[in-house]
């Protein structure tokens, strides 16, 4: 009787223990360590325990190498069946006076076991204990809520699935930009919006970069510059930019040649403002050299003639504007070399040879004849050049003033309105204006001038004596002296009665 007492109380004190390391699993990482500690506390009890039972069910004090003390390794509380299993063999075998000296250390492992089987119960209850805190309504309280946050509604299904198409669509968006697209073109709360994205699991360094090579698709850009598109226009962090423009696979000494291509497209540049140009805008110095030397010659030249065109041709004031020699100086002044400044004046539709007419003329007081010397002479022009010069100059009434005071000094040296006239003529004076000014300057009356005037139309037109008269009555002089002067010279033709 007193045997099976001994292997009821073996099988309780299994059964406690196992209780005991049940209850304090661990619900919450947060809490793991004092629940081990716990089931550390309650294992060393029961082995304890085990021990001592194991100890008094044999009769006597059982050795390290008796078959009670045996525990295989790695098997847990493997070693409580063993010793059940021992016991159960051993005693029967006992004699009576094994059982009867046996009887007083009974009593007292009675003992033993009932305070180890209180201290495994209240092992045992403070870790449901324990166990059941954690579990308390604010921990239920909050897995709920995180369980309803994560939840996928029908309106986060609908933004997540427009938000992997609009990232799949080979444009390259920021987070910044799908968020834009969801809250605002989409309609999607943003609540939704946000959920959708954070699913998505969106590489938004892997964004820029198709971002960077759609951009540069479109136009050639510095570093600085597309590092301000993808900040400032598409929304992208700093790193993010920065990690597009590291892996976009651009060739920046390419990305200089097309801008300057560009550039000169749009304006003319020299060499030095169109290197200028594009190193103020990011690129880096041997880019720039070498988009300036994919240029010839004959480039820069014709920059240079537009830069001329767009600066003097339009309404070029001939009288009071800059000289070829002006022109070219201005034209070194912003980086072309002189050959390339000197083709551009030359050829920017200014005509050069008037304007050095018209800059002699205003310098110096001159007749025709004298200007056609200086241009021939001095300056190399041809005579079909020079003689549209004059003319020019004729119709813009530019050898008036000159000629009244040529004939204001013949007059004064006492020569005859004959002899002012035709010395005019010799200075290069249109006959219109050496007319002109002898009549305004010889000092002598219409009547007295009247049969120079008739000369002069006479072999100029060849009229008949009404039409000579009638000439004479238009340019203001008497009918008496148009007829005098008529009859002096013997132009034939019917008189005019009356």
């Avoid at 309106?155 to 609009?166: D, Q, T």
């Avoid at 003639?305 to 003097?312: H, I, R, T």
């Avoid at 009288?319 to 034209?331: E, H, N, Q, V, W």
């Avoid at 249109?430 to 002109?436: E, G, K, V």
Wanted: aromatic share 10%; net charge negative; charged share 20%.
């Amino acid at each position: 009787m007193k045997q099976l007492l001994v292997i009821v109380c073996l099988s309780l004190t299994f059964v406690l223990s196992s209780c005991s390391s049940c209850a304090s699993f661990p619900k919450d990482p947060g809490n793991q360590s004092s629940d081990t500690e716990s089931t550390d506390t309650g294992a060393l009890e029961s082995s304890s325990t085990v021990t001592s039972a194991g100890v008094n069910s044999q009769g006597h004090e059982s050795s390290e190498d008796g078959p009670g003390n045996s525990r295989p390794e790695g098997k847990g509380n493997g070693i409580v069946q063993g010793e059940r299993s021992d016991s159960k063999n051993d005693s029967s075998q006992k004699s009576d006076s094994s059982a009867e000296s046996s009887a007083p250390k009974n009593s007292s492992n009675e003992e033993s076991k009932e305070i180890s089987s209180e201290s495994s119960s209240k092992s045992s209850s403070e870790s449901s204990t324990e166990s059941s805190s954690e579990s308390s309504p604010e921990s239920s309280s909050e897995s709920s809520s995180e369980s309803s946050g994560s939840a996928w509604t029908a309106g986060r299904k609908a933004a997540y699935e427009k938000a992997l198409l609009y990232l799949s669509d080979g444009t390259g968006y920021s987070y910044q930009e799908m968020v834009n697209l969801l809250d605002n073109v989409e309609g999607f709360d943003h609540a939704d919006t946000v959920f959708a994205l954070e699913q998505t699991k969106a590489d938004y360094k892997e964004q820029a970069v198709i971002r960077a090579k759609n951009i540069l698709g479109l136009g050639a850009l510095s570093k600085p510059l597309l590092k301000d598109e993808l900040t400032d226009y598409a929304g992208f962090t700093p790193t993010e930019a920065q990690y597009a423009i590291d892996n976009c696979g651009a060739n920046w000494t390419d990305q200089a040649k097309k801008r300057a291509a560009y550039l000169i497209s749009k304006d003319a540049y020299s060499a030095l403002t169109l290197g200028n140009a594009i190193y103020s805008e990011g690129f880096e110095s041997g880019d720039v050299t070498a988009a300036i030397e994919q240029f010839t010659e004959d480039d820069w030249k014709a920059e240079a003639l537009e830069m001329a065109q767009a600066a003097y041709s339009t309404a070029f004031d001939y009288y009071y504007g800059p000289t070829i020699a002006d022109c070219i100086s201005d034209l070194v002044s912003k980086g072309f070399t002189t050959s390339q400044a000197s083709y551009g004046v030359a050829n920017c539709g200014v005509n050069w040879p008037l304007k050095d007419a018209y800059q002699y003329v205003l310098g110096t007081i001159t007749s025709p004849a004298d200007l056609d010397n200086y241009l021939y002479a001095t300056q190399g022009y041809d005579k079909a050049v020079i003689i549209n010069i004059l003319d020019t100059m004729s119709g813009d009434g530019i050898w008036w003033d000159e000629v009244l005071e040529a004939a204001a000094d013949l007059a004064a040296g006492g020569a005859n309105p004959s002899d002012i006239y035709n010395a005019l003529l010799g200075n290069g004076y249109a006959s219109d204006q050496a007319w002109y000014g002898t009549r305004q300057k010889s000092g002598f009356s219409d009547d007295d001038l009247c049969i120079l005037r008739a000369s002069i139309l006479y072999s100029e037109y060849g009229y008949e004596y009404s039409e000579l008269v009638q000439a004479l009555l238009d340019e203001g002089f008497s009918y008496a002296a148009a007829s005098e002067a008529a009859d002096t010279l013997g132009v034939p033709g019917e008189k005019p009665k009356g």
